[in-house]
């Protein structure tokens, strides 16, 4: 049995968030201790809020002056309604609050039945009860009730650098599901706005949105997450980041936005997605190739089967990254227009140096006839193409017939393939830049 113990000092929010449960027909009021219990199992959260009012004292130093607690039984273990009151009029007892008033609720939302616990913890002389080592002290209480009760042993799912991530099954502990996932993908993954932090959570079925708004003249800016089936549809009531854990809140996400920027490098990603675009045939094909890659595309649709947006998501680097940080060529325009005209195929630019997706005047390349690119070309391509210059072509080009003919340099060892390839003067610009930055940072020797 696995109990998880918050203090806080929102009396009304937590009743009202097993009000919640008990309304939907999720949950059901078990019992309560100095509290009025009329015994149909629902629950009238003024009421209740009143009596609750009654044992708090005129004034107090505690802080944080309730405490809500869940009991989760291992999910093979089958309880009786009785057999749960009991277990949570012993653990209340055993924690030191058996004097306390306190109401307990089963929620029944999910397949693994299981307690919450409402309690007040400050005495009507304005002391609280001692919430030091209460992890400890609850722990060596679960395994008593435990082994008096014949239970399974449950501990809380560590989480490894190697556990994979999986997607939300609707038939498991959803909310302990959805919250190990946003750890996991925080851990892990590389990430620089919401929408690229949605695409990876997409990938295992969770959305993301942020909640704004005004209570009791007070602004709040928060997120929300939902589980979704495979088409995107919730599944669940949504969760709050705070009832997540600190790790899903906005300044956490926020915080990882800023280290991303630091530790985020396009160039490996855009080389994969490059080489594999230009053996790629049309939409489906190029989806299968960025897969066998272990690059995922997510793709963003309007209502009318439009293309918005693009996300690599590049599970080698775990690095996600939106389209237009790779370059135009790899953006949902680009992608939009190439998939409805496949011989339309974006011209890719691979002489990218820099840490960023932003071009230098050596990005310039050939241009039959003075065209520009779909991608879009430099004033130092007009320049070049109006005076009749042939600018340095990148590794895939688009031929004035619309082929690109690679069968003359067959058995050549690769020496001519098609795509990106290793720029020997490319690599000392970008170490030279590097060592620049580094000693600018350092500042002149004195």
């Not at 277990?87 to 055993?94: D, L, Q, R, T």
């Not at 996991?184 to 295992?204: C, D």
């Not at 926020?254 to 080489?275: C, F, H, M, N």
């Not at 690599?427 to 620049?436: D, H, I, K």
Request: proline share 4%.
């Amino acid at each position: 049995m696995v109990a998880k113990i918050s203090l806080g000092n929102s009396l009304y929010g937590s009743l009202v968030y097993n009000g919640e449960k008990i309304n939907k027909e999720h949950g059901r009021v078990l019992d309560t201790n100095k509290l009025y219990n009329d015994g149909t199992g629902t629950i009238n959260i003024q009421r209740v809020f009143e009596d609750f009012k009654r044992w708090m004292p005129q004034a107090t130093k505690a802080e944080k002056t309730m405490m809500h607690i869940s009991l989760n039984p291992h999910p093979d273990d089958r309880l009786s309604e009785a057999q749960y009151i009991q277990i949570a009029h012993e653990y209340m007892e055993k924690m030191g609050f058996a004097e306390m008033p306190y109401l307990v609720v089963k929620h029944e939302d999910i397949d693994r039945h299981h307690i919450h616990i409402v309690a007040l913890r400050v005495r009507p002389d304005g002391s609280a009860i001692d919430s030091k080592n209460n992890y400890y002290r609850s722990k060596e209480i679960t395994r008593e009730i435990e082994r008096k009760y014949g239970l399974h042993t449950a501990e809380r799912q560590k989480i490894t650098p190697d556990m994979p991530i999986k997607k939300i099954d609707p038939n498991g502990d959803i909310k302990r599901q959805v919250a190990n996932t946003v750890k996991m993908v925080g851990m892990r993954y590389k990430f620089q706005t919401l929408g690229e932090y949605n695409a990876i959570l997409s990938v295992y079925n969770i959305r993301c949105e942020e909640a704004d708004g005004r209570v009791n003249g007070r602004e709040y800016h928060g997120l929300v997450y939902f589980a979704t089936d495979d088409e995107g549809k919730t599944i669940a009531t949504p969760f709050k980041a705070s009832r997540l854990g600190k790790f899903a809140g906005r300044e956490a996400i926020g915080q990882r936005y800023e280290r991303a920027k630091e530790k985020i490098d396009v160039r490996p990603t855009k080389r994969k997605v490059a080489a594999v675009m230009a053996q790629s045939s049309d939409k489906d094909d190029f989806i299968a190739r960025m897969k066998a890659e272990n690059i995922e595309l997510v793709l963003r649709y309007t209502d009318d089967g439009r293309i918005y947006g693009a996300t690599y998501i590049d599970h080698n680097t775990r690095t996600v990254l939106n389209g237009s940080r790779l370059g135009k060529e790899f953006s949902a325009n680009a992608l939009e227009n190439w998939f409805n005209h496949p011989e339309d195929k974006p011209i890719i630019q691979t002489q990218g140096n820099t840490k960023d997706n932003s071009t230098t005047p050596d990005n310039s390349r050939h241009q039959s006839h003075g065209e520009r690119s779909h991608s879009g070309g430099t004033a130092s391509d007009d320049q070049s193409n109006r005076h009749g210059q042939t600018a340095q072509s990148s590794p895939v080009q688009s031929h004035p017939h619309g082929y690109d003919d690679t069968s003359m340099f067959d058995g050549l060892g690769g020496l001519f393939s098609v795509g990106p390839a290793f720029d020997a003067q490319e690599e000392a610009f970008y170490r030279e830049m590097q060592r620049r930055k580094k000693k600018k940072r350092r500042g002149p020797k004195l």
